[in-house]
Antibody, heavy 119, light 109 residues
Framework: EVQLVESGGGLVQPGGSLRLSCAAS????????MSWVRQAPGKGLEWVAN????????YYVDSVKGRFTISRDNAKNSLYLQMNSLRAEDTAVYYC????????????WGKGTTVTVSS | SYVLTQPPSVSVAPGKTARITCGGN??????VHWYQQKPGQAPVLVIY???DRPSGIPERFSGSNSGNTATLTISRVEAGDEADYYC????????????FGGGTKLTVL
């Protein structure tokens, strides 16, 4: 069974840092682009970042450029999102997702991990 | 940047047909993907590449895309279809970016 499990969310003060992880199983992780998507409370979906199979290409939404870094460890079947200089507006549920095709669609999503930025 | 416009809400009686639109400039030239999200759950892909259905998605779900509007159609609507629906495309104006519509809340009356 294809599965994505996010972890690492929590409460952090403005200006702080957090590292999210996404553990993948049930598929050949190294063969797929991966994405992070977030959803602020009561709001819609917002794409955050994409990373290529070998990590050589990374793309970010403008609002997180220079603050967030997407990475992966194919040996550990894991995806990461390092979030620095966090702001209140980064408060959201963060989902990891498998990108099928590039450009393509997100056909498997994790259940998400919640990040709250507040003093 | 590319903007996708969805109606905030659509209401439909059980057994009827619901149509959820996704507007964008010449969206017919892009591939559109649709996601269903029920409260407290992660999104689920229901339509990809305009009109293809993933395995496990009922045939009642269909999609079309032409001109400036893409449409998700749900036939014979059931109570369990009540959810938020999001359209998604790629914006290639600079790098390749993922763009989501604002979402449509489908209410089954």
């Amino acid at each position: 069974e294809v599965q994505l499990v996010e972890s690492g969310g929590g409460l952090v003060q403005p200006g702080g840092s957090l590292r999210l992880s996404c553990a993948a199983s049930g598929f050949t992780f190294s063969s797929y682009w991966m994405s992070w998507v977030r959803q602020a409370p009561g709001k819609g979906l917002e794409w955050v970042a994409n990373i290529k199979q070998d990590g050589s290409e990374k793309y970010y939404v403008d609002s997180v450029k220079g603050r967030f870094t997407i990475s992966r460890d194919n040996a550990k079947n894991s995806l990461y999102l390092q979030m620095n200089s966090l702001r209140a507006e980064d408060t959201a549920v963060y989902y990891c997702a498998i990108l099928t095709g590039y450009p393509g669609y997100m056909d498997v999503w994790g259940k998400g991990t919640t990040v709250t930025v507040s003093s | 940047s590319y903007v996708l416009t969805q109606p905030p809400s659509v209401s439909v009686a059980p057994g009827k047909t619901a149509r959820i639109t996704c507007g964008g400039n010449n969206i017919g030239s892009k591939s559109v993907h649709w996601y269903q999200q029920k409260p407290g759950q992660a999104p689920v892909l229901v339509i990809y590449y305009d009109s293809d259905r993933p395995s496990g998605i009922p045939e009642r779900f269909s999609g079309s895309n032409s001109g400036n509007t893409a449409t998700l159609t749900i036939s014979r609507v059931e109570a369990g279809d009540e959810a938020d629906y999001y359209c998604q495309v790629w914006d290639s104006s600079s790098d390749l970016y993922v763009v989501f519509g604002g979402g449509t809340k489908l209410t089954v009356l």
